[in-house]
């Protein structure tokens, strides 16, 4: 059964910092590529990042770039999305996903809060 559980998420001030973690299960992490959505109150989720199944090559959505990295740790089955520099624009349930074979699975999100 494939299973991605997010976590890391929470309150945070302007500026600051945030680690998100996704726990990944159920198929062969290492050969599939990872994303990172997030869905802002009364808006349509948006795609915020990806990264290859290796790792070498990561692309991000305009509104992040510079100042969030996604990375991998393919022996512990984990992407992270690391967050710098934090705007009250980021608050936002963030997702993890990942398409196998054209279906897309996604876990149960997890707040982040950005605010002052």
Known sequence: Q??????????VQPGGSLRLSCAASGFIFSIYAMSWYRQAPGKEREWVALITSTGTST???????????????????????????????????????????GNDYWGQGTQVTVSS
């Not at 494939?2 to 309150?11: A, H, K, R």
């Not at 520099?85 to 349930?93: F, G």
């Open 2 to 11: 494939v299973q991605v559980v997010e976590s890391g998420g929470g309150l």
């Open 59 to 101: 692309t991000y959505a305009d509104s992040v770039k510079g100042r969030f990295t996604v990375s991998r740790d393919n022996a512990k089955n984990t992407v992270y999305l690391h967050m710098n520099s934090l705007k009250p624009e980021d608050t936002a349930v963030y997702y993890c996903n990942v398409n196998l074979m």
